[in-house]
């Protein structure tokens, strides 16, 4: 019943996606409208799709920090994205590909340098060890980000800034395109990961002793959810909150068995984004707010609801 | 001689990176089918890197660990959860999760990587549940269990994994006289029924004397003493691995160890 909801959910969002915009669209002209078919549709997919891939990169990098309040984006990716996407516009690098590849490269950049870090002395992607890495690793980038911010063109740094923030109005078929092409690999490599995770959520040993082999397990899960994220900032920029509380919301609805989390943090994640960029494009119209400020704006209280909830229990 | 042999670990020592001194010391086991064994020992005596080198989480710098006549070192996590069922004694809970759940984490070595739960495998979840006196539980929440009542959920997961060793470390740490009583009652009858090889961690001498066909006392990483609790467990032994006087009675033949009074009681 639950699931049918959340299907029936998904639809209807998406089917909103495509009604509401700033340009009026009659209801009998929906088919044939290129407004629809070149504008609203492939940006509401990959809204969609984007935001599940969030939502799923959350429940993997939860499970493998062992920490729920953690965020795809804790581990320095979203300083590494920034770093990279700063660095396109500083060094001009030409073309509409430019920023959203530098941006990945960026957050693959922190990702690897967090993973190496987390390896030091034997770690073994200790959570604690990662956090510290993931930390540094961010404050690294933004130092070297703002370096380069005093030495560029104030206007092009604002279109990097509200890039950053995240938003779908470059969204094309060949974006969707892409992003289908790319997150499966990730996506079933959490999936088959989804067992052992729930014996890695009683600690290292006992899941050991249960049968998981924890060390390639944690491996996988890093890269996988990581992936997933960097592509996730490569064609939305850092949209952020989706990958922290979706996880915690879906936790609550279907409990915490990861064969459960991750297709349903999938579809909720993607119907979160949708509607937000539904909302982030529509509220101001014609003019656009960047979708993360949308998320954040959302995100925050219940952000606040859980973390009280959390300490609570 | 005709009972399989499960675990033979045979003169291991073992040292933590940057320790200074071996954890363990030429100690050495052998765990049969339908055999209970005790390990007993002080604080820091080696008892769980004992578990840990004999079942491949820590590498031993000599001597070796062989399961079924394999190296420990040799088999896959996933294999050896098949034949080796633990508790370990800390296991965190993040999240809640009800019994029903806990124990079918056990089938997880069962179990293809992308397959579903099947008959076989909710069976042999009932049955644990039914052999560990925890089928009325299986309906409740983890966090709403007794002590006792936990302890015995997970060694029904431990059975799920349908082993043919279970090892048990410190499980009564903390349970009342008469939880005490019923797990190693439990374990016992587990043993006894199913052929099981059975490696129980414990702190309680008396009981360990009175369920245990044989008893490791380990002090400072090294086997004090090691076979039948009468020939383990006399005054001198005991003595000098806890430090403290003693005195040895007989119940039931088996050997009572009473702790003296420093002043009053000794003799």
Known sequence: MKYVLLAVTALVTLAAAVLLGPADVPLGDIVASPIVWQLRLPRAVLAFLVGGALGVSGVGLQALVRNPLADPFLLGLSGGAGLGAVAAIALNLPGPWALPLAAFVGAVGAMALVYRLGLIGGAELDPRVLLLAGVAVGAFAAAVTTALVSLAEATELRNAFLWLWGGFSGASWTTVLVFVVYAPLPLVVLAAAARPLDLLALGEEPARYLGADVRTLKRLVYLAASLLTAAAVAVAGVIGFVGLIVPHLCRLVWGRLHRTLFPTAFLAGGILLAAADTLARTVVAPRELPVGIVTALLGVPVFAFLLRRWTVS | ?267
Not at chain 2, 40 to 69: C, D, E, F, H, M
Not at chain 2, 176 to 191: A, K, S, Y
């Open chain 2, 1 to 267: 001689m005709d009972r399989e042999l499960i675990l033979a670990v045979s003169g291991i020592t073992c040292r933590y990176p940057g320790a200074r001194r071996d954890i363990l010391l030429d100690v050495s086991l052998e765990v049969r089918a339908g055999e209970f064994h005790a390990v007993l020992g002080p604080n820091g005596s080696g008892k769980t890197t004992l578990v840990r080198a004999a079942l491949g989480l820590v590498q031993p710098i000599k001597g070796q660990a062989n399961i079924l006549g394999r190296p420990a070192s040799a088999w896959g996590r996933r294999d050896l959860a098949r034949v080796v069922g633990v508790l370990p004694q800390r296991e965190d809970n993040l999240f809640p999760q009800r019994v029903r759940e806990t124990v079918l984490l056990g089938r997880y070595p069962h179990l293809s990587l992308f397959g579903g739960v099947r008959v076989a495998d909710r069976a042999a979840v009932e049955r644990a549940l039914v052999a560990c006196d925890a089928a009325d539980l299986a309906d409740r929440w983890l966090w709403t269990l007794s002590g006792g009542e936990y302890q015995r959920v997970r060694l029904a997961r431990a059975l799920a994994q349908e082993p043919k060793l279970l090892v048990l470390d410190e499980p009564t740490t903390s349970l009342d006289l008469r939880h005490d009583m019923e797990l190693f009652e439990l374990v016992r009858g587990l043993v006894d029924a199913h052929g099981l090889g059975a490696i129980l961690i414990t702190h309680h001498v008396n009981l360990a004397a009175r369920f245990a066909d044989r008893v490791l006392l380990l002090a400072g990483g090294r086997a004090a003493a090691g076979g039948a609790p009468a020939q383990v467990l006399t005054r001198e032994v005991v003595e000098r691995v806890f430090a403290w006087p003693v005195a040895i009675t007989r119940f039931d033949g088996r050997p009572q160890m009473t702790p003296l009074r420093k002043k009053e009681d000794h003799p």
